[in-house]
């Protein structure tokens, strides 16, 4: 049952449910119904934190319920620059094999010969066409890579790995999207007759920073991914850091400010592993919806990462609200579609922002099939400046019944 009170200059809203974990797609509201006129008021004010116990061992996949969770929401470890290291370092959830990364021991091709110079955007847009396991040489140092053009993977091409050895910046500018993959791009070269529906090529970036990435205006898609686009395929993130990447402002759908992906069959999840984006202030990443990342009916795990002061900054919601131009929801994760999985283990998730719903995740799955699973994570500061799921501070859900499970989770305002 829906409830709602509304006092000047907030509207608040929650349901009933029978347990903590929530009563599944009762208890949460869609964004087209009551609460689309929220104000931008905090909608749960209260700061008591949150936490599950292990009440529902077993039900996330790959999961390891004897780990400690180990995700303070004190300040992430400094690489060397005084940026964030790669993911929460504390996070010990368990990793399958499908997430690990990808032996780069014998590459196909290198890029560079040795020096920073040899290390350009060129280079690597014509090693990524080329396809195969790709590795970087370009010294001893940490380099910093300005990408004048996007790097396209082509489907006919070998799979790709881009490994950067911890050393490497992949640098849109401010004005170019750095990576893209899509199986139902002619330009890349039709595979099958359901581009929509292939498991193939094999994205993997892994031991990078993405940095600068920028796709607005860029609408074929629907827009959206600014450091990375990927559309069908498999796709895995490992040991990698994104700062500062943008897509458009605004709209209601549009989304990923550093990752976007459709079209990725759901058997095959999007693995983010051990990575980080934004990870301390100024370095976050936004978009109109999903700061860092964003998809339609793409499944995810996410394990052992960080994610902080990423942003959605669009308003109006989905569908958007009458005289606005829509957007607004999951400060770092945007998760919209039918039938999909998110799972959330080992990682912290700390003062990420949404106009509307959702300050650290927007999970809606439409014919309320979906599933979201969270383990030994923690989730502290997310700001819903519109509305949000009782008892999950930071979250909007519309998921199957009994959705979401929570195991050694907290949830906090403060």
């Not at 929220?38 to 009440?55: C, I, Q, R």
């Not at 993911?87 to 499908?98: E, L, S, T, V, Y």
């Not at 997430?99 to 290198?110: D, K, L």
């Not at 795990?301 to 131009?325: D, Y």
Request: hydrophobic residues 35%; aromatic residues 8%.
């Amino acid at each position: 049952m829906i409830n709602l009170i509304k006092i000047p200059s907030l509207i608040i809203v929650w349901a009933t449910a029978s347990t903590a974990c929530g009563g599944g797609g009762n208890d949460s509201v869609a964004p087209s119904t009551s609460f689309a006129q929220a104000s931008k008021t905090p909608l749960v004010p209260g700061t008591t934190p949150v936490t599950t116990p292990d009440a529902t061992p077993g039900t996330a996949p790959g999961t390891n319920p004897g780990t400690t969770p180990g995700t303070s929401p004190g300040a992430a470890p400094l690489a060397a620059g005084s940026e964030p290291v790669a993911g929460n370092a504390m996070g010990n959830f368990f990793i399958p094999a499908a997430a690990q990364a990808v032996n780069t021991r014998t590459p196909a091709r290198t890029i560079g010969t040795g020096t920073p110079e040899s290390c350009t955007s060129a280079a690597v847009v014509i090693a990524v066409a080329q396809g195969g396991v790709i590795t970087f040489n370009c010294g001893t140092n940490s380099v910093n890579i300005k990408m004048t053009s996007t790097a396209k993977v082509f489907n006919d091409k070998p799979d790709v790995t881009l490994d950067g050895g911890g050393l490497v910046t992949l640098d849109g500018g401010g004005t170019t999207r750095i990576l893209y993959q899509n199986t139902c791009d002619s330009a890349q070269v039709f595979t099958s007759n359901r581009c929509d529906l292939q498991a193939s090529p094999k994205l993997t970036v892994q031991n990078l920073t993405f940095r600068h990435g920028n796709s607005v205006g860029q609408t074929e898609e629907g827009g959206g991914g600014g450091a990375i686009f990927v559309r069908g395929g498999q796709f895995k993130i490992v040991s990698s850091r994104f700062f500062n990447n943008h897509c458009d402002a605004v709209g209601p759908d549009v989304g990923g400010g550093a990752v976007r992906v459709l079209g990725v069959p759901t058997v095959f999840p999007v693995y983010v592993v051990s990575s980080t984006f934004g990870g301390a202030a100024g370095l976050g990443n936004e978009c109109s919806n999903g700061g860092a990342l964003s998809s339609i009916g793409v499944s995810y795990s996410v394990i052992n990462s960080l994610f902080t002061h990423n942003e959605a900054i669009g308003t109006g919601a989905n569908p958007a609200q009458a005289g606005k131009p829509g957007g607004g929801s999951g400060g770092a994760i945007y998760n919209d579609g039918n039938f999909f999985s998110l799972q959330l283990g080992g990682s912290i998730f700390r003062d990420n922002n949404a106009n509307e719903g959702g300050g650290a995740v927007f999970y809606v799955s439409n014919d309320r099939s979906g599933t979201l699973a969270i383990d030994t994570s923690t989730f502290a500061r997310n700001l819903s400046r519109g509305f949000e799921k009782v008892g999950f501070p930071g979250f909007f859900i519309i998921a199957a019944p009994g959705q979401p499970s929570s195991t050694s989770s907290t949830f906090s305002l403060k």
